[in-house]
């Protein structure tokens, strides 16, 4: 069956063989990367693209297409005046309909995008509703030229030629869909053994990909052998995003000491947690580089929240629905720094998302001194202890003890963590940063993970 693009005043981007496809194509590369090169560490991973999941759908029905000097046949849709173009020959099964303002909107020539920045030279409401286009060409790699008349930037022919990698962009994931994620317990983690080489991590080559890939899919990674210097956390950053500015600085220490301002600086027990709940940007990555560890116990815990929220709601939905509703105000006053930020332990929008951090959480709601507030706290203590018994169970908590040169990297928001009480007669010492969400995020994208 032929395909066709067909151009209209009305917004209609057809994704049936797209936008429906969680469980196949473009949304699935970055992880069945992680997955193979996990399993086959012999070959360097495939490089997921957009183009050839695209390039794969054109030839597998090739014989259906009618091609005009090696491009698709484009021509002006008469039969509708409302219509700019049509394309027989497309890159999807289904016809695809888009507006022509917002074609010309999108225009990429350099008079309408400053080419060394990137950025529009225009606004989307500079572009009239209604575009006259006067001719078409296609080009040589299978893309589009079309000239529009009386166009708003000149008053004259404007020629936009959009190429094939134009076209191809249109069948990419939505940017708002939820990066695909792998649930994982205690015995999962340990099968997978996401355990990389600093070296190679920081070469930025095939490793370094899969490393990235398996810490976008799993949340929690480890490099070994990362050189014993308190620079290394922030060379390790870089290759993730940008550092995380907080009131502890750049980068920081964890160590017991008297007096502490934190509890992960003392030698006692630190349960499950997420860190910076209190600010309104939690930081994403966590960055946690051992340089020293001659103490007794003092393991850390790692926990996926992800896994135990789809759990407690499938078990226990009314306690779930009870996490959602109340929120806790997590807090942190003290040194002349004050912050705090109102949460609800669990969210499920496009993913589930926790937030528990029992150390920076206020002891006083807004809501308890009332009765229906006091009966309200009861729902959510019940819940609170359901959801905590399945995040806390042995079988959820992979456990790991931190040797010298060895790096953790999790996902602040997904991964709990934690650590056992250590004996502080010995030295355990680690060197951590954090990095932001949208930075890494960036790096994502860039090597097309997500």
């Not at 069956?1 to 151009?7: E, G, N, T």
């Not at 060409?137 to 020629?159: A, M, R, W």
């Not at 355990?195 to 976008?216: D, K, P, V, W």
């Not at 480890?222 to 210097?229: E, K, N």
């Amino acid at each position: 069956m032929s395909a066709r693009i067909v151009l209209r005043r009305s917004l209609q981007l057809v994704p049936r063989n797209i936008y429906k496809a969680p469980k196949h194509g473009l949304q699935r590369q970055g992880s069945d990367f992680a997955h193979h090169r996990l399993s086959t560490s012999a070959e360097p991973p495939p490089t997921p693209s957009a183009a050839s999941d695209v390039d794969n759908q054109i030839n597998s029905s090739k014989s259906t297409f009618r091609k005009v000097g090696g491009s698709f046949h484009w021509k002006i849709n008469h039969d509708n005046p409302l219509s700019a173009i049509k394309c027989h020959g497309s890159f999807a099964a289904d016809p695809v309909v888009v507006d022509r303002a917002w074609l010309r909107d999108a225009c990429p020539c350099e008079k309408c995008v400053d080419q060394s920045s990137g950025q529009k030279r225009h606004a989307s409401t500079d572009v009239p509703t209604s575009l006259p286009i006067s001719a078409l060409k296609p080009t040589e790699d299978g893309g589009v030229q079309i000239h529009f008349e009386l166009d708003f930037s000149t008053g004259g022919t404007h020629v936009s030629t959009y190429p094939r990698a134009f076209w191809s962009q249109l069948f990419r994931k939505p940017v708002e869909a939820a990066p695909r994620t792998e649930l994982w317990n205690q015995e999962m983690m340990v099968k997978l053994s996401p355990y990389f080489s600093y070296e190679t991590f920081m070469a930025g080559g095939a490793e370094y990909r899969q490393a990235m890939a398996t810490l976008s899919l799993y949340g929690l990674i480890f490099l070994d052998d990362v050189p014993s210097s308190e620079e290394a956390v922030k060379d390790i950053a870089g290759k993730i995003g940008v550092i995380q500015n907080t009131f502890y600085g750049t980068t920081w220490d964890v160590k017991s000491k008297p007096n502490a301002e934190n509890v992960a600086y003392t030698n006692s027990y630190l349960g499950l947690h997420q860190d910076m709940l209190y600010l309104r940007e939690v930081p994403r990555i966590q960055i946690l580089h051992c340089l020293q560890n001659t103490c007794e116990g003092g393991d850390s815990l790692f926990s996926d929240s992800y896994r135990a929220a789809h759990q407690f709601r499938k078990q226990f939905p009314e306690e779930a629905e009870s996490l959602t509703r109340r929120h806790l105000t997590y807090h942190y006053d003290k040194g002349g720094h004050s912050y705090q930020q109102s949460r609800p332990v669990l969210s499920y929008q496009s993913k589930p998302t926790v937030y528990w951090s029992p150390p920076f959480q206020s002891p006083i709601q807004p809501d308890e001194l009332t009765r229906d507030g006091a009966f309200s706290f009861k729902q959510w203590h019940k819940g609170a202890k359901k959801f905590q018994e399945i995040f806390a169970s042995w079988d959820s908590v992979y456990q790991h003890k931190m040797r010298p040169g060895q790096c953790s990297i999790f996902d602040n928001p997904r991964v709990l963590h934690g650590r056992l009480a250590f004996d502080s007669n010995g030295e355990r010492w680690l060197k951590g940063t954090y990095v932001d969400s949208d930075s890494y995020e960036s790096r994502l994208r860039s090597l097309n993970i997500t």
